[in-house]
Structure formats: C-alpha cells, structure tokens
C-alpha cells in the first residue's frame, strides 16, 4: 500500500472515531499525521528534466585494473531537493572507492559530478542507463526516471606468456616460420644428404661424405621451417569446468588459450579459436596483431555452457584441413575420448592441453582422509583416461593449474612424446 | 544514527503506551503492547522493513483505544507521535543503505531530521493549542466539520498521487 494512502486511512479512521464518540482529544490525534502529509506536499518534487554523461577512462582493460567512470548529472529543471542518483553496475564489476549511487539535493539548473573506480573479472560489461529517484525529503511523493546513457567495457582475459610451443603438424603452408616441415630446403636442423646441384653453398658441401665417394659431391639439406594452420578449442562445458563452492578451472583454460594463441601468433602461425562454451563461437582463422586482438576479444567473452558432451563439434575442412593442427584446451572428461580418437582418424594432429580439474578440486576440500581417498581415486581414473589418449596418437600436457602454464608446457612437449618413446623402445628391442 | 533513532522511537511510543495502560490496571493490554513493541524492534532489526506499515497502523490504532481506556492523552500522544517517528525513520533508514557516499547519507540525516523535527514541533503546538481551545459544536457542525475535513485530506492525497 502506498504510504501516503496508508496515512490517510488512518487520518479518517482518527476523525471519524473523534466525531463518532464527540472526543475533541481524539480528532487532535490526527494532527502530527495531517501536518507530516502536508510536508510532503510543500516542496515535493516537480517533473524531473535531468540528462547524464558517463566517461569510462578505458575500453579495455586487464583483469585487476581500475577503471575511473565520472558521471555528470545536469538538471534542467526545477530544484530537486533530495534525488537518488544510482549507476547500475553490470554483474561481476564492484566498486573499490568512491560510490556508483549518491542521494544529493540538485539546485534548478546545477550540476553535479562525481568519480568512482571499478575493477571486475574478465568478459564484455555493458552499462545501463542512470536511474534517477526523487523524492520530497519524507519520501511520500516519489519520481522516477531513467536517465539515458551507454557505456561498455571490455575486461580482457589475464596474459600469461609461452615462448614456444612445439607443434609439429603433418602439413604447414608455404610461408617460412618456425614450425619443421619435414621437407628438405634452406633451414637450421639438419635434414639430410643430396647430390650437389649447382648454386649450392660451398658451405653446404659435405666434404667428409663426399670423400668416401669418388665422382659424386654430396650436400646437407635443411629441414625448412615455415608457419602451420593452427585450430585452438576451449572446452567451455559446465560440467568439466566448475565445481562445488562456484569453483570455476574455466579461468586457467582462458589463460591457456590466451598463452597459445599469443605464442603461436607472434612465430606467424595461421591461428583460429572455436570457443564450445555458453555460445559456441569460431574466431575464423587468421595471421598477426590484429588476429590476436579478435581472438582476446572472443576469449573475453568466452562462459561456461551445458553442453554435455563435443556432439557439435564440428571442424570445419575448408578452415583446417586435415594434418592440420588442433589445440585443445579442456579439463577432459570420460566419453571425450572416442572424439578425439575420431579427430585423429581424420588426420588431424592433435594436442590436448588439459588443466588438471583433480588438484584443482582437492585444493578446495581440504586433506581428511576421505578426501585423500577419493583423490587418488580420481587421479587414478584421471591417469587411464591421459593414458587412452596417448595410446591414439594425442600429444597431451597435464597441466596442474597450480604450476606456470609456461613450466607444465615446457616439461612436458620438450621431450619426445610417449608414443614416441614407444617406437624407439620397440626399434631399440629389434 | 538512524538505526538507533528508530529502536529509541519504538521503545519511547511502546513505553508510554504500555505505562499509560498499566497505570489504569490495564495489565493484560499493556503487556500486548510491549509485546507489539518488542516485536516491531525484532523484525526491524532482522531487515524485515515491510512490516513497519503494520506496525505502525496497530499502534495508531492502540493509540486511538487508549484514550476510551483513560490513558492520558499526552501518552496517546507519544504514542503516535513516536510511532509516526519510527515508521518514517524506518523507511528513511532503507533509502539511506541505497547510497554508498557517506558524506550523502549524513546530509541528507540532517535535512531529514531538521523537517522532522519541524512537523513534531508544529504537530505538538497544533495539539496544544486544540486542547486549549474549547468550542461547543452540535453534532450537525462537527459532522460537517469532520466531511470538511475528510474532503480536504482526500483533495490533498489526490494531489500527492496525481504528482507520483
């Protein structure tokens, strides 16, 4: 009920009751109510004719950066004795000094400003309009109005840096990179032996071969290196990716995926992004600066979604043929497996890098014994489904979100891989 | 400042309520009241603001049925007057917690408080005043004086709500 009819209900319930029972005293009760009605009469808010700017001192920022927003609110009729002037936040931004709402008295034609800061997680904010409240200063006689203006910020995922990420895909394109292309030509590494042809470097010459021979001069040949098409998947499903407590791994694949396509981007790779999250998203492939700023944009946008299982996960053949590479980025579950084994059948080289959800959720639950217990149980598990993965032929990094992702990179693709190993134990037997 | 404002309020419009019937050996309904009273301080204090409304019509009400109890209409008074005072402060406390600047809350407390204080002083004078004041009315006149009445206060809400 509204107050002021609410006051006066009982002003009539007073009065009547006075004049029913002719008790002068009693309809004097009803005096302190009446005049506090009439207070809110005198002076209450007229039509409120108010227009706001908001000035956000950046667009894009990191995560843990503050931002400065100042808000102008200038009015442009009459006074406003008390007014609430509130800046919706969007979710996941808060406030850490000065106020987004302020409860001020604005003059006919005054202005007022103010600043406050706001930092907030990674994703794309939008602001809403100003909302304005006015009110006499008993709050009987209440105005409300939204004060148009628009604003956006962009929370860009944190950058963790890899140096190199050794990928060796089956095919590379034609442009000089980094990537090996098992094919002979101008390069560091040493490929192999041909015949000298002429034009070749003296340099080039193997002289030790060539002497064992007697009419034929022997070159090196170079590995060439050159760029490679390169697809990254971030595995956004919910049920890989959060825990109990609102515990979220989402975060550190971000992160992941930022670092990877941040380092394969800078050595001139063709890079894309398929986000398989909330929205599943392809960041078409591309080369460059600018290729890393829409793939940062994407990722910034990237939430979790309830997708159970890769069902439409579809790489497109135009975008990354097969032998092209592809990076996934997810915590892994059971029934991924037949997937990705699938994803290998097409000729895709395939690298998971898997940020380890088992350490991530012991971290949260404390050490009792049932906790160690059901740990190692999962790690257990955890371990089999790595192991089947590598049995297909998928190069894979544990990553223990706890370590550098740069350090889990680092130890587990500078050494060969463990079918690798395999080949070589079993030549080695032979 | 505020908060404190409106437990001392509700005390002070319980504890004359409660004495008023008391002291006329209406112990049972001045128990209910400090019960009442003790109830208000509770939900007031569990956040539970919508309440208030309630509260502080049951009290007008008490007030109003003290009077046919012979409780001194000063203690009436109080209690409505107290009662006004908590169920205000009430709502003025859950506008304040909307703003975030306390440089805003503290003046606007002031402003809020300096009207108050107005409408207390002027209620206080009118009522004295009224007490002081005797005119014999048949009943015809009072009638027509209380639709007067009734119809001004109407004309006055209509006013106020056309404007929201």
Redesign the interface.
């Given at each position: 009920?509204?107050?002021?009819?609410?006051l006066?209900a009982?002003?009539?319930?007073?009065?009547?009751?006075?004049?029913g029972?002719?008790?002068?005293?009693?309809?004097?009760?009803a005096?302190?109510?009446?005049?506090?009605?009439?207070?809110?009469?005198w002076r209450?808010?007229e039509e409120m004719h108010l227009s706001a700017e908001r000035t956000i001192s950046a667009e894009r920022v990191a995560p843990g950066d503050s931002v400065f927003v100042h808000l102008t609110i200038t009015n442009h009729g009459g006074a406003l004795?008390?007014v609430?002037l509130?800046d919706p936040l969007p979710a996941f931004l808060s406030?850490v000094e000065?106020?987004?709402?302020?409860?001020?008295?604005l003059p006919a034609r005054g202005s007022i400003s103010w600043s406050y800061t706001l930092q907030g997680k990674r994703g794309s904010h939008y602001f809403e309009n100003i909302q304005a409240i006015a009110?006499d200063?008993?709050?009987?006689?209440?105005?409300r109005a939204a004060l148009p203006t628009r604003g956006q910020l962009l929370i860009l995922p944190s950058i963790s840096r890899v140096r190199h990420i050794p990928i060796q895909p089956r095919q590379t394109r034609v442009y000089s990179g980094v990537i090996p292309a098992h094919q002979g030509g101008t390069g560091i590494e040493f490929f192999g032996l041909r015949e000298y042809q002429v034009g070749d470097s003296p340099h080039h010459i193997n002289w030790r071969v060539s002497a064992r021979q007697d009419d034929v001069i022997y070159s090196n040949e170079y590995e060439q290196e050159r760029v490679a098409d390169v697809g990254i998947v971030l595995d956004g499903r919910r049920k890989v990716n959060e825990f109990g407590g609102r515990r979220s791994i989402f975060e550190d694949s971000v992160l992941a995926s930022v670092a990877v396509a941040s380092s394969l981007l800078a050595e001139g790779n063709r890079v894309g992004l398929f986000i398989y999250g909330k929205r599943n998203r392809w960041t078409s492939p591309g080369y460059g600066k600018y290729q890393r700023e829409r793939i940062m944009q994407d990722l910034a946008l990237a939430e979790t979604g309830e997708s159970q299982n890769f069902s439409s996960l579809i790489i497109p053949r135009r975008l990354f043929p097969p032998n092209s590479q592809i990076i996934l980025i997810s915590p892994l579950s059971g029934g991924d497996v037949s997937l990705l084994a699938q994803l290998r059948a097409r000729g895709y080289q395939l690298l998971v890098i898997s940020p380890d959800p088992v350490s991530f959720e012991a971290r949260g639950l404390g050490d009792s014994p049932s906790v160690k217990l059901a740990t190692r149980i999962a790690r257990l598990q955890r371990e089999v489904l790595l192991r089947e993965l590598r049995h297909t032929g998928v190069q894979v990094v544990n990553w223990d979100v706890g370590r550098p992702f740069e350090q889990a990179v680092r130890s587990a693709l500078s050494r060969p891989t463990a079918f690798l190993h395999a080949i070589q134990r079993g030549q080695g037997k032979r | 400042m505020t908060r404190n404002l409106v437990y001392a309020s509700i005390l002070a419009c319980t504890a004359a309520l409660t004495y008023g019937f008391a002291a006329n050996d209406f112990v049972p309904i001045s128990i209910t009241v400090a019960l009442l009273g003790i109830a208000w301080i509770v939900l007031f204090m569990h956040g539970l603001h919508r309440f208030s409304s309630l509260a502080f019509s049951i009290f007008i009400i008490i007030s109003l049925a003290s009077l046919w109890a012979d409780v001194p209409p000063l203690l009436a008074l109080a209690g409505v007057i107290f009662s006004l005072l908590a169920w205000d402060l009430t709502r003025f406390f859950q506008r304040l917690q909307n703003t975030s600047s306390p440089q805003d809350a503290r003046k606007t407390e002031r402003a809020h408080f300096a009207r108050l204080a107005l409408v207390i002083g002027l209620s206080l004078a009118g009522y004295f005043a009224a007490t002081r004041i005797h005119v014999t009315l048949t009943f015809g006149a009072a009638a027509l004086l209380a639709l007067l009445g009734i119809w001004g206060i109407s004309a006055l809400v209509y006013r106020l709500r056309s404007h929201e």
């Open positions: 009920m509204s107050r002021i009819v609410l006066a009982l002003i009539y319930l007073i009065v009547l009751a006075g004049v029972t002719l008790n002068g005293t009693m309809v004097a009760l005096l302190p109510l009446v005049l506090y009605l009439l207070a809110g009469l209450g808010p004795e008390q609430l509130h406030v000065g106020a987004s709402s302020r409860l001020v008295n009110e200063r008993l709050g009987l006689m209440v105005k | -």
